[in-house]
């Protein structure tokens, strides 16, 4: 290196740290979380305003809106076809249908999954741990294509059954919503269990036995002592499902003809070209699903946790 | 009746045995003390009463009642665990009121229960604190409280005082004593710490290797434990390897890596028929041994001055070294003394008969009867 300005990293590092320590504490925190400040206005706060100014825009057959007007046209048409019901019902309330189903299912399996996790050792709990993550190291359009053999009509799902003498003809899984959930959840699955599975992780398991020496059974014990301590991490896992699946746009799109929310902003944007109105019903989905959130916690802390949202 | 009778218990891991062969009595109301170096096996033995393992081989009754297939919570056990495992989502009160609460205790009731319980454990005005911010001996407190509160037959402790610190410990060990004593329950008190056994223990059940080696009341194991193993862990002693030379009705006389022919006796004067050549290990405790300068004058030396290399008739031992190290303990000093070629400690409470100090020569004496003598497979022969 050569050059007059040219400062080793440890030199520059201690130059960086003379000029925080003159700042008071609260400046120099704020010094130091700059960089997860610009982040955050980059990639969300930026994004999300530009959502928002286009979504009070005027739309425009010659351009996808038009640009520096203001006009609350999308949002009536939004909450118009809200109200009319086939948007409700239809679209709306088609994906949120979706989001609680695989909420649900995926809150419930990842439960059990992260406690077999908690209480294996050695090379099952690798093989647990492994297998979990595993699903992550594809991409998500083939694992989650890899479900059609598996789902379909004449598939090893339907073979299986009607070999089995349970069934006389075949379920059409796919495409239909059956396979949109189960794709979905087989994608949130991994995030749930890391989720709860972490939370157990570092739970003390004398807890357990202390119940069971104190007259809980063992799935007593599991609901009064388990359960309350997972919470934090059911919760999160909850959030994740919610979300992602009610703003799910590959498993549903893969895997069933019907619009989900996303497909049809998607559909929206790229053929309709109705930039404002994908941006309005995109801001008012979001609000209904901090409505949806705000009950996921509302309900969840009720069962104990100690969960501080501050 | 809630007396326990443990007979044959064994548990296994795979290979690994970890409790073999425990058979014993537990009286009802007794306070029995298991003590042992850690991987004894003696919380294996606790949790198998608990319930919290299940045995490999051998039963457990309480009462009348032979529990080995009962599962933990239907036991009328109740375990104090070692780090206590409060439920840390509830509050003090509500940790209390668990047990019962299991039982179906009406909501009113295990409250007062609860209440009742922390108070006479000095914690009710704690009750509705989070039990994560008590510190180790209030934690303790509710722990006891815990497991009283749903009235157990048997009370467990699994080393609950070993987190906490010394002083602390030893109020709580007078003050369980006296919890004991109020309740007439039986406890069964797991322990690595043989003050602790000492002081709370009615009887103290030695454990090593998962096996129970030896029960009896605490002056009994001290001063007449079955093998070398529990005399080296209760306390410090001084071990001196020996063959026998010759056994007489007056007492075996041993040669010892202290270069000196010691004649050990029997306080009852019988003395086992060993054959000469016997290898024999003594233990000298420092408290049965006497240690005075050469050159300090004592008006009851007389009798003793020449009694080095085993007692004319009598049973007076001594043998003379060289103070290696001098260690001030408080109340009281402890001396390292080389004696021949191997090396002894002992101990005197003043230094009022005038100090002693590396380099001086010493002469330790003790009496015959005093000392206890091994076989090479560690058990007891005399006295």
Known sequence: ?310 | MSEITLDGLEKRYGETTAVEDVSVEIEDGELLCLLGPSGSGKSTTLRMIAGLETPTNGSIAIGDEDVTDLPAYERTTSTVFQDWALFPHMTVLENVAFGLKMGGVSKDERRDRAREMLERVQMAAHADEDPTTLSGGQKQRVALARSLAVNPDVLLLDEPLSNLDKRLREDMQIELREIHEDLEKTFVHVTHDQDEAFTLADRIGIMNDGELIQVGDPDEVYERPENRFIEGFLGDTNFVDASVTAATADGVRVDTELDAELVVTAADGTTPDLETGTDLTLSLRPEILSIHGVDEERADDAGVRDARVAADGGTRNAVTGTVENVVYRGSTVRYSVSVGNSSMFAERTDASTGALSAGDDVRLEWDGDDVLAFRDDGDRVMP
């Open chain 1, 1 to 310: 290196m050569t050059g007059a300005n040219s400062q080793t990293l440890p030199t520059a590092l201690a130059s960086l740290q003379e000029r925080l320590v003159g700042e008071s504490a609260s400046r120099r925190a704020l010094l130091l979380m700059a960089p997860l400040i610009a982040f955050e206005l980059l990639v969300f706060v930026i994004p999300f305003a530009t959502l928002l100014r286009i979504s009070v825009a005027a739309p425009s057959s010659e351009a996808v809106y038009a640009e520096g007007t203001w006009s609350l046209e999308a949002y009536s048409e939004v909450f118009g076809d809200l109200l009319a019901g086939d948007l409700l019902l239809g679209i709306v309330g088609y994906s949120f249908l979706i989001g609680t189903v695989v909420t649900v299912l995926t809150v419930v399996i990842a439960l059990f999954y992260a406690y077999a996790i908690r209480r294996s050792s050695g090379l099952v709990k690798s093989l647990l741990l492994f297998s979990v993550v595993l699903p992550l190291l594809t991409t998500l359009v083939i694992r989650t294509y890899a479900f059609t053999p598996l789902l379909s009509p004449t598939g090893t799902i339907n073979e299986l059954l009607l070999s089995a003498g349970l069934l006389s003809e075949p379920i059409q899984f796919v495409p239909n919503t059956v396979g949109a959930v189960v794709g979905q959840v087989y994608i949130v699955l991994p995030y749930a269990v890391l989720a709860i599975y972490s939370v157990l992780a570092t739970m003390d398991w004398d807890v357990v036995e202390a119940a069971r020496d104190l007259g809980a059974s063992r799935p007593r014990a599991v609901v009064e002592v388990v359960l309350p301590q997972a919470m934090p991490g059911i919760i999160v896992a909850s959030v994740i499902s919610f979300a992602w699946s009610v703003g799910a746009y590959a498993a549903p799109g893969l895997l069933s003809d019907d619009l989900t929310f996303a497909i049809y902003v998607e559909q929206l944007i790229l053929g309709d070209l109705r930039y404002p109105t994908a941006a309005a019903l995109s801001v008012v989905t979001m609000g209904l699903m901090l409505a949806g959130i705000g009950i996921i916690f509302a309900v969840l802390d009720r069962f104990g946790g100690e969960f501080d949202l501050a």
